[in-house]
Structure formats: C-alpha cells, structure tokens
C-alpha cells in the first residue's frame, strides 16, 4: 500500500462516500454570506445554502483557502512520515492553489500539487481517480501521468438558471444580464483552460438540458456512447432527473454517478444550476 495521503479542496465537491472510502481530507473554502463566514461544507450544507438564495436577496461571495491552512495540513501529514498529494480546484480561477504552493515551500517533506484547471466534480473526478491509482500502488509519477490523461479526456458543462450570480460575481456584464433576464436567456457554460466560458445560449430553460446535450455530443464527435458520465446539480431534483433521462438515452453510459454543486460554486452560479461531465474516448 502507498503512503500518498490525499487532500482536496472544498471547490472539488467530492461526496461523502468518497472522502471516507479512500480516507481523503479537504481543505475548506470560505463562504461569506450575509456578513457571515462560512467553511465550506463545514459550517453549512449545501441544501440550506441554496434555500437561502431561494427565499433571500443575497449575493455570496467566496475566500480562497489560506497558506495558513495548508501549511497545518502539510506539516501534519509529512511528520506522520507521509507523503502528500493535494490536487487542486484550478488555479486559474482562485488563488487557493497558490496559497498551497507557498505552503509547500515552507514545508519539509515529500509534497505534491496537482491543479485540475478544473470545478465541482469536474475537478473531483481527478481526486477520485488519484485514490483509485493509490490502491493499485501506483507512484507519484503514474498517477500525474494518467490524470494528465485525464484531463485532456474529460469536458464539463453546465447551465444556471439565472444570470444574476454571474453578474454580481463579475462574470458578466450587468448590460449583458439584463438583456438575458429580459430574454429569458440561459447560458451554457463550460470549463475551458480553467475558467468558466460560454459554449452556447438558449431562450427559456425547457430548452437549457438539451442544448447542453447537444454540445457535449459536438464535444465528443463521433464515438459519443461513454463508460461513465456524471450528472451535477444544486437544488433542482426534477431537473436533475430531465437531465439523468436525456443522457443516458444519448450516451447510453454504463455507470451514472452524481454529485451536488457546493456552496463555493453555487455562490457563482447561483440555485438552479445542472451539469454533466463526460469523457472524450
């Protein structure tokens, strides 16, 4: 057995299950809403966290995770004799990464960062996949191999119901997110060199799931039946179902797992939002 100790942060939004199968410790994000901190996943749930938005007029805003966390972290595990793996929530979109990189420098001991350029379980799958590759007794160097492999494989996307959160978080314009409002606009998103971009938009979002779909399979080209696929979503169980119906009789996927959009990614995106990832073959 390996003596790779893996830590995450909460941007990854791995399950439960996962933490505990592979014994995996996260690094919290901070969640400040209404005047009030928050560690991710922590302090608060998810289902609370979006029964907020729901019935308030609150706008999140989020806090990287700091040196100071990472260097306690660190500096536990390489005196347990460990050596350490932390992967990353993309590093092109918060300075979290940065604040484990200074940590490292001023830790002793064997530790590595991995940085998915990538969110939610889009970045989560990368996690899961490093536990997999532990438990076969991988190395360092195999498992930075294959999920380079990883990354250039998998495609994430996703859709908000509104576009308020992305306005407020400075996303987009707030010209822009009136004329959407006013239009009933509803972007699809993708993650793309490890920021969010626009891959296409829709009026209405009875339209929203399959317009995704239809991107993902412009994504995938020709061989777009999948091994596994991924369904994301925040507070929106019908929709999670819609979405769960319309991907499986398209990429009729061996495996369906899910995972629920966190607090950190919800501040941004707001409630109402779906996601799927899939993989290029």
């Known amino acids: 057995m390996n003596n790779i100790k893996i830590i995450c942060d909460s941007l990854s939004d791995v399950n439960k299950e996962y933490l505990e199968q592979y014994d995996i410790d996260v690094i919290p994000l901070t969640l400040i809403l209404e005047g009030k901190e928050y560690k991710d996943g922590i302090d608060i749930k998810s289902e609370e966290f979006y029964k907020i ?48 990189t200074m940590a490292k420098n001023d830790s002793e001991g064997e530790i590595h960062i991995y940085d998915t350029y990538n969110f939610s379980f889009g970045a989560g799958i990368f996690v899961v996949k490093a536990a997999e590759l532990i438990n076969e007794g991988k190395s360092i160097e195999e498992i930075f191999e294959e999920l380079d ?21 400075g996303r987009i314009s707030s010209t822009k997110a009136a004329v959407g409002s006013i239009l009933n606009i509803k972007p699809i998103l ?44 925040s507070d929106d169980l019908k929709e999670r179902e819609k979405l769960t119906q319309i991907a499986t009789e398209v990429f009729k996927p061996k495996k369906i797992g899910y995972f629920m959009v966190g607090t950190c990614i919800g501040a941004h995106s707001g409630p109402g939002v779906s996601g799927i990832l899939c993989f290029k073959k």
Do not use: W
């Open 53 to 100: 938005l729901r019935e308030k007029n609150v706008h999140p805003k989020t806090s990287q995770a700091t040196y100071a966390q990472f260097k306690e972290i660190f500096d536990k595990y390489v005196n347990e004799g460990k050596t350490v793996l932390y992967i990353s929530g993309s590093s092109a979109a918060t300075g979290t990464c940065q604040s484990a």
């Open 149 to 169: 492999r990883l990354k250039e494989k998998s495609i994430l996307m996703f859709s908000v119901d509104t576009l308020e959160y992305l306005q407020k978080g």
């Open 190 to 233: 993708e993650v793309k060199d490890g920021l969010v971009s626009q891959a296409g938009q829709v009026r209405g979002k009875k339209n929203a799931i399959n317009k995704m779909v239809d991107l993902m399979k412009e994504k995938l080209g020709n061989d777009i039946e999948q091994d596994e696929i991924y369904i994301g979503y």
